[in-house]
């Protein structure tokens, strides 16, 4: 089958004039009115495409369909041939052991129409319950015992069996999807605060590293700085001692300083005078 897009925006655009429009809500007929309300007219909001009526019409079918109880259909077939008022008992019997109906009647007889098996129930909605989330230690069945009770089910609305959880209600399923759906949404956060955290860490861990590198290479430049003032305050002070010392001997290397000072000083004392 080829798909053919010719004309498709001059449908989706099948757009009422406003003269029409006007005229239809001007009419006395009760249907008419309510179809044309004059509010309409008041607005400046975009007149709506053929798409969007179409959307719009099928989230009120939704809403309206999730707002009842379905009811399922099974159809046998009487015969293979299709004949009427003809009933083969072994075809019959053949679509009602394969079909599962007969269990199906069981279960729809004692009024609990939706069923889960524990496994099933507990891994899909055990982030519901803090006790079940994220593990489990023992069975499924206990485990969905504690999930059903922290989610407030109602004696009437479950029954355990040996193998499956029995839910008499629907809207008892869709409740607890509805609530799995928005703690999805909690987890998407959660999980997204736990990595962006992690990235942060990683980087604060990496400037922290980057700082004290810089940080050591700062010191040890200072360290040798201060090494290099206190060689040459210990070698001026050693060389005033030894010139000191030796004062009175010949002139040397290591008096030569402290002779010049005395005796510039000495000559400064005796010109003053």
Not at 131 to 145: E, M
Request: proline fraction near 3%; charged fraction near 30%; hydrophobic fraction near 35%.
């Amino acid at each position: 089958m080829t798909y053919n897009i010719e004309g498709f925006l001059d449908k989706n655009n099948d757009l009422l004039f406003r003269d029409l429009k006007k005229a239809m809500c001007s009419s006395n007929n009760a249907i008419i009115q309510q179809v044309f309300p004059e509010n309409e007219l008041n607005s400046k909001r975009r007149p709506t495409t053929a798409a969007t009526q179409f959307r719009n019409s099928l989230v009120k079918l939704m809403e309206t369909l999730h707002s009842k109880e379905p009811w399922y259909v099974r159809c046998i077939k009487p015969n293979d041939h299709k004949s009427p008022n003809t009933f083969d008992e072994q075809v019959i019997k053949h679509q009602v052991k394969y079909l599962g109906l007969m269990e199906n009647l069981r279960v729809r007889r004692a009024g609990f129409a939706y069923r889960r098996t524990y496994d099933a129930f507990l891994n899909r909605y055990k982030s519901l319950c803090p006790k079940t989330w994220p593990h489990y230690n023992g069975s499924a069945r206990d485990g969905v015992q504690v999930l059903v009770k922290h989610l407030g089910y109602g004696e009437d609305e479950y029954r355990m069996g040996k193998t499956k959880l029995f839910i008499r209600f629907p809207r008892t399923l869709f409740d607890t999807e509805d609530s799995f759906q928005k703690r999805k949404h909690e987890l998407a956060a959660l999980i997204q605060a736990q990595v962006r955290g992690m990235q942060q860490r990683k980087k604060y861990q990496k400037m922290r590293a980057a700082v004290t590198l810089i940080a050591s290479y700062w010191r040890r430049h200072q360290a040798i700085k201060l090494l290099q003032k206190r060689r040459w305050a210990a070698h001026i002070i050693r060389c005033f001692i030894k010139g000191f010392i030796t004062r009175n001997e010949p002139e040397n290397d290591c008096n030569r300083a402290v002779s010049h000072n005395f005796c510039t000083k000495y000559k400064i004392t005796i010109r003053v005078e």
